[in-house]
């Protein structure tokens, strides 16, 4: 009988592609939310003029405080329990059912839809992300920063991918928006538009689906019968119980990431840069409206920033391969810094100029959710690298929190509520670029090949005893 062999290089390639599309599906959450707030804030308004878009951006962050909780359950519970797999198809489901969640408390309560359309999708990136990266980890050992770069350069292209065809979904006529002189904020009154509103949410959930139903055969795991791989698989025969497993991370998780510095530097620095990265998307295009109201070159905007987003995280995390993590990472946040802090003089005073600075923060501001993953994997090798992520990940909750409050603070009832926001996105970006500098590449690493050896060497003497106390019951008469 016929049979076709794959070589497991154009496996690899096909797992990493297949994660990068996954990738882009789930991070279109955060790329089309800023693009969905305009609309979402006026089909709201149609029966409360009272909502604002500091209270409608609230479905961004109320996602985000329960995020880092299953960054942190991904890695060291529902993994170890149930297998990266099985973790993957759990997050890709969570994921398709949300809009249709959304769509069904669209005309709820705002509380209501920021679960629905809020924690549900969010709480489903972070299944989903560990294990794509693992997967592709798995094929290519040797390039961690180049797969997971190119796995997570997926959510950046989400932008160019979704961006426009939920602009086609909802305004097809680009129909522009309107000022609101009573508010300051600009919205949408066409009923056309708002009546479509509902039914792209359903249309989203449909192509969700059709993508990742092929991704999810090819994305898997490399498995080789080598020497640790044989000894790995007799152990687990003998145990039976993924309770030890869970164990087992949760004990690599305390007694070597906790104890190691950069640990704790890449979660703050996590924080804060969750806390700009989000920020932008969800407000770029409520600035953006304050300069043009031509609905579709701002949703062309917005595509185009997708590939900046997506050349960035590639990028920077390839580059972790060759240089250190602060010295990558401190020059891209001072760089973003300064971008913050000059856009919005620049967006009054020039659109074209606008558009470079916006681009230009697309290109730079989430390259950390790759570099940060590849540094873990350089500085944890191993297979419990995926409990550090989710622990790092954890930070993400403190940065949503962050992000509650300032959309609460600045958009609600603030005269300039855009020249505060970039000046605290631009002190927060600054504060990342000091803390980068602080990361160092090979301390834990040492840790861990020490503790290492000293596990093998009890593990030895342990062998020898035993070996030992058997031979002298043998010998002893009866």
Same mark, same amino acid.
Request: hydrophobic fraction near 50%; include cysteine; aromatic fraction near 12%.
């Given at each position: 009988m016929f049979k076709m062999e794959i070589s497991p290089t154009v496996r690899g390639i096909?797992?990493?592609?297949?994660?990068?599309?996954?990738?882009?599906?789930?991070?279109?959450?955060?790329?089309? /939310?800023g693009n969905f707030l305009p609309y979402l804030v006026s089909y709201k308004r149609q029966f409360d003029e009272t909502i604002t878009y500091g209270e409608a951006a609230i479905l961004l962050p109320a996602g985000g405080l329960i995020t880092g909780i299953f960054s942190l359950l991904s890695g060291s519970l529902i993994i170890p329990l149930v297998g990266p797999r099985i973790c993957l198809f759990i997050g890709c489901f969570m994921y398709t059912l949300s809009p249709i969640l959304g769509y069904l408390a669209l005309d709820s309560s705002i509380h209501l839809l920021a679960f629905c359309y809020g924690v549900v999708p969010i709480a489903s990136m972070n299944i989903v992300a560990i294990p794509t990266m693992i997967f592709a980890r798995s094929w290519f050992p040797n390039s961690r920063g180049t797969v997971v770069g190119c796995?997570?350069?997926?959510?950046? /292209?989400?932008?160019?991918? *979704?961006?426009?065809?939920?602009?086609?979904?909802?305004?097809?006529?680009?129909?522009?928006? $309107?000022?609101?002189?009573?508010?300051? %904020?600009?919205?949408?009154?066409?009923?056309? #538009?708002?009546?479509? $509103?509902?039914?792209?949410?359903?249309?989203?959930?449909? +192509?969700y689906a059709v993508l990742f139903a092929p991704s999810l055969l090819v994305c898997t795991e490399k498995v080789e019968k080598t020497e640790d791989t044989k000894k790995e698989e007799e152990t687990a025969s003998k &145990?039976?119980?993924?309770?030890?497993?869970?164990?087992? &991370?949760?004990?690599?998780?305390?007694?070597?990431?906790?104890?190691t510095r950069e640990l704790y530097i890449l979660f703050?620095?996590?924080?804060?840069?969750?806390?700009?990265?989000? @920020?932008?998307? @969800?407000?770029?295009? @409520?600035?953006?409206l304050l300069l043009s109201t031509d609905?579709?070159?701002? @949703?062309?905007?917005?595509?185009?920033?997708? +590939?900046?987003?997506?050349?960035?995280r590639f990028l920077f995390s390839a580059l972790i391969d060759r240089f250190t993590f602060k010295q990558v990472m401190s020059v891209q946040t001072l760089v973003l810094a300064v971008d913050f802090a000059c856009?919005?003089?620049?967006? %009054? &005073?020039? *659109?074209?100029?606008?558009?470079?600075? +916006?681009?230009?923060?697309?290109?730079? $501001?989430?390259?950390?959710?790759?570099?940060?993953? &590849?540094?873990i994997m350089k500085l944890f090798p191993g297979k419990h690298s995926g409990v550090i992520i989710g622990a790092v990940g954890l930070g993400d909750t403190f940065g949503f929190t962050a992000i509650f409050v300032i959309s609460k603070t600045l958009f609600n009832g603030n005269?300039?509520?855009?020249?505060? /926001?970039?000046? $605290?996105?631009?002190?927060?970006?600054?504060?990342?670029?000091?803390?980068?500098?602080?990361?160092?590449?090979?301390?834990?690493?040492e840790n861990i090949n020490k503790n290492q050896h000293e596990k093998m060497?009890?593990?030895?003497?342990?062998?020898?005893?035993?070996?030992?106390?058997?031979?002298?019951?043998?010998?002893?008469? #009866?």
């Amino acid at each position: 009988m016929f049979k076709m062999e794959i070589s497991p290089t154009v496996r690899g390639i096909l797992c990493v592609f297949a994660g990068f599309i996954i990738q882009m599906v789930v991070g279109s959450y955060f790329a089309l /939310f800023g693009n969905f707030l305009p609309y979402l804030v006026s089909y709201k308004r149609q029966f409360d003029e009272t909502i604002t878009y500091g209270e409608a951006a609230i479905l961004l962050p109320a996602g985000g405080l329960i995020t880092g909780i299953f960054s942190l359950l991904s890695g060291s519970l529902i993994i170890p329990l149930v297998g990266p797999r099985i973790c993957l198809f759990i997050g890709c489901f969570m994921y398709t059912l949300s809009p249709i969640l959304g769509y069904l408390a669209l005309d709820s309560s705002i509380h209501l839809l920021a679960f629905c359309y809020g924690v549900v999708p969010i709480a489903s990136m972070n299944i989903v992300a560990i294990p794509t990266m693992i997967f592709a980890r798995s094929w290519f050992p040797n390039s961690r920063g180049t797969v997971v770069g190119c796995v997570m350069a997926g959510m950046g /292209f989400s932008s160019t991918a *979704f961006i426009p065809l939920q602009t086609y979904l909802v305004n097809p006529d680009n129909i522009e928006a $309107v000022h609101g002189n009573e508010t300051g %904020f600009t919205y949408f009154d066409s009923q056309e #538009v708002l009546d479509r $509103v509902p039914n792209s949410l359903l249309w989203l959930a449909l +192509i969700y689906a059709v993508l990742f139903a092929p991704s999810l055969l090819v994305c898997t795991e490399k498995v080789e019968k080598t020497e640790d791989t044989k000894k790995e698989e007799e152990t687990a025969s003998k &145990a039976k119980s993924k309770l030890n497993d869970i164990k087992e &991370a949760f004990v690599f998780l305390k007694e070597t990431g906790l104890k190691t510095r950069e640990l704790y530097i890449l979660f703050l620095f996590r924080i804060l840069m969750i806390t700009v990265g989000p @920020s932008i998307l @969800s407000q770029w295009k @409520s600035f953006s409206l304050l300069l043009s109201t031509d609905d579709r070159l701002l @949703s062309l905007i917005g595509g185009i920033g997708g +590939i900046f987003t997506t050349v960035g995280r590639f990028l920077f995390s390839a580059l972790i391969d060759r240089f250190t993590f602060k010295q990558v990472m401190s020059v891209q946040t001072l760089v973003l810094a300064v971008d913050f802090a000059c856009i919005y003089w620049v967006g %009054f &005073a020039s *659109f074209p100029g606008f558009c470079v600075l +916006i681009l230009l923060a697309y290109f730079l $501001v989430f390259s950390f959710i790759s570099a940060v993953p &590849a540094q873990i994997m350089k500085l944890f090798p191993g297979k419990h690298s995926g409990v550090i992520i989710g622990a790092v990940g954890l930070g993400d909750t403190f940065g949503f929190t962050a992000i509650f409050v300032i959309s609460k603070t600045l958009f609600n009832g603030n005269s300039e509520p855009f020249l505060t /926001f970039f000046i $605290v996105l631009a002190l927060i970006t600054l504060t990342a670029a000091v803390l980068s500098l602080f990361v160092r590449e090979s301390s834990s690493t040492e840790n861990i090949n020490k503790n290492q050896h000293e596990k093998m060497k009890i593990e030895t003497k342990d062998a020898e005893k035993s070996h030992q106390n058997s031979g002298f019951e043998m010998d002893k008469p #009866v």
